[in-house]
């Protein structure tokens, strides 16, 4: 069965259950649930983004009704904040209906991106547990008088286009996850034969980012390293700064034969695109997780980097004239920086020239850690930091001000729904004694715009009109609001920044133009 038809089968069993009132909170995973929403009026749907609300607003609202009702929720943290919830309606007997998306099966226990382990995650607060890929389960019992989980795993493409889905590439190689006492004997065999692979640098403790530098220092191929490695400002001839589009189009363009990845699990769209590719991968993370369900996984100290430098062929490479595009269009769109000054990207790379040296960043899912990634100056590096273990956008203004310190400055720079769904947070930052300072950014672009760059559909951005003035003045905190560029000393406490929406979708546009070729 298809995605879509999955969800047809989900929405008509809910139906048939009495169910008129669904609480949807959109994602990327949950995607068909939210294009069939939009087009069925069997219910009255809520949209929200705080999943801990909704499931709450869910519970009391088949209370009040005497129906049974549902919470629809993207995959990752997000079904854990439905708990409280199902707790409390399990000890009212209360029919609340959690659908979860996930990814699929074959991904369990491997940590890539937004991948979780969903099934039984409430235990015995719920009546049943039903796990449900490519066909709609045999009819099964519930008797409405108790919280039950539907977990329904969707694979790419998510509104079944037509993109590479994984059951039309032969993958040869599974993922081994055992680690091995070869490691450096696997590497030299991996990339024997290997003339351009490219190395793929992802969150790194700072205590292993020496040993990381000196292995990409003798690199010859392309580098591409994320904020999180804190190799980002490293200087390297092959080190990619046109952004994380370019590893993708060096593949298109068969300039890399191979992928090295090191450290924790990328943000790079690369990598999930690498899921569904049968292309050479290897990783080597001081965590256990592989992060795909393919490819060849170390699970590795990397202290033991500095003795795999031999493994790398003499012969390895990259294409020169490539090299030369990635600077062109590295160029091409800092001109468009300037010429869209308040545009969302350009505020992110004026504020990463504003803050300190040296200062702590720490970086909310969504946006902004891409933005950071692609526009954040590099002329003296940060400490960049980020909760990319399982990817949620809940809890970002708690683990970033866990980073406070007296020694160093703190920036978080999150999103406006990242904001409003951790505001509670802020009790961290009141009576702020350290004689450092701690700015939290919000960049209000008035809801979850990484959709509309992902499904261009309204139903998914949760759109409002709300500024953090008033909420940083509750919380007794400095507030400024920003909405383009200036000289003056960067205030601390909370900053709002206020893109123009227009010149943010202009300097996409075009900057879309520079890939087209
Ligand atoms: C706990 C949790 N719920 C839902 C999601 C899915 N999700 C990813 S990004 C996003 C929207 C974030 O909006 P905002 O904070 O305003 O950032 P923007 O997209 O505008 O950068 C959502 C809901 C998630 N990652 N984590």
Not at 37 to 64: I, K
Not at 97 to 109: E, K, L, N, T
Not at 302 to 307: A, D, R, Y
Not at 484 to 497: D, F, K
Request: glycine share 6%; aromatic share 10%.
């Amino acid at each position: 069965m298809s995605n879509m038809e999955l969800t047809q089968q989900a929405l008509q069993t809910l139906s048939s259950w009495g169910v008129q009132d669904v609480v949807l909170c959109p994602g990327g995973r949950n995607a068909p649930f939210v294009f069939a929403l939009a087009e069925t009026n069997l219910f009255r749907v809520h949209s929200a983004f705080d999943e801990r609300a909704a499931a709450f607003f869910a519970l009391g609202t088949a209370q009040a009704k005497n129906h049974p009702t549902a919470i629809i929720t993207t995959s990752g943290t997000a079904v854990a904040e439905v708990l409280p919830a199902v707790i409390e309606a399990h000890y009212t007997q209360t029919p609340l209906i959690v659908i979860s998306a996930d990814r699929p099966r074959r991904m369990r226990g491997t940590g890539a991106p937004q991948t979780i382990e969903q099934i039984n995650m409430f235990g015995s607060y719920v009546e049943k547990c039903v796990d449900i890929e490519e066909e709609w389960p045999a009819p099964f019992s519930w008797t409405k008088r108790a919280p039950l989980h539907l977990n329904i795993c969707f694979d790419e493409p998510l509104r079944d286009g037509n993109s590479l889905a994984l059951s039309e590439v032969k993958i040869e190689e599974r993922m081994k996850l055992e680690p091995s006492p070869n490691l450096a004997l696997e590497l030299t065999q991996f990339l024997k034969d290997k003339n351009h692979p490219l190395l793929l640098v992802s969150g790194l403790k700072s205590e292993d980012v020496g040993a990381v530098k000196e292995f990409a220092s003798r690199w010859p191929g392309f580098i591409y390293a994320e904020s999180t490695s804190g190799l980002r400002e490293f200087s390297h001839s092959g080190m990619i700064l046109s952004g994380d589009r370019f590893p993708g189009y060096l593949l298109k363009h068969k300039k890399i034969d191979a992928v090295l990845r090191i450290g924790g699990v990328p943000t790079a769209r690369l990598w999930r695109d690498l899921e569904n590719l049968d292309f050479p991968t290897f990783s080597i993370s001081s965590l256990p997780f592989a992060g795909l369900s393919r490819g060849r996984f170390f699970h590795a100290e990397m202290s033991e980097l500095i003795t795999l430098s031999d493994c790398i062929p003499a012969n390895a490479g990259r294409d020169r004239f490539f090299e030369a595009l990635d600077q062109e269009i590295h160029r091409s769109w800092r001109e468009l920086l300037t010429a869209f000054p308040q545009s969302e990207p350009a505020l992110v790379q004026w504020l990463s020239s504003q803050i300190e040296p040296s200062t702590t960043v720490y970086v909310g899912n969504s946006l902004p850690i891409r933005e950071w990634d692609l526009v954040a100056q590099r002329e003296h590096p940060f400490h960049v930091r980020a909760n990319r273990g399982a990817n949620g956008i809940d809890g970002q203004i708690a683990t970033g001000l866990g980073y406070r310190s007296d020694s160093e400055g703190l920036c978080i720079l999150i999103g406006d729904l990242t904001a409003i769904y951790d505001s509670n947070a802020l009790w961290f930052l009141k009576n702020q004694t350290s004689s450092t300072p701690v700015r939290v950014v919000v960049m209000n672009n008035s809801g979850g715009r990484i959709f509309e760059r992902l499904f261009q559909h309204p139903l998914f951005y949760n759109e409002h009109n709300l500024h953090f003035k008033s909420w940083a003045e509750s919380w007794q905190c400095g507030y400024t609001a920003i909405s383009q560029p200036t000289n003056g000393v960067l205030p601390i406490g909370v900053i709002e920044l206020i893109p123009n929406l227009e010149q943010t979708a202009s300097f996409w546009k075009k900057y879309d133009q520079l890939w087209a070729r």
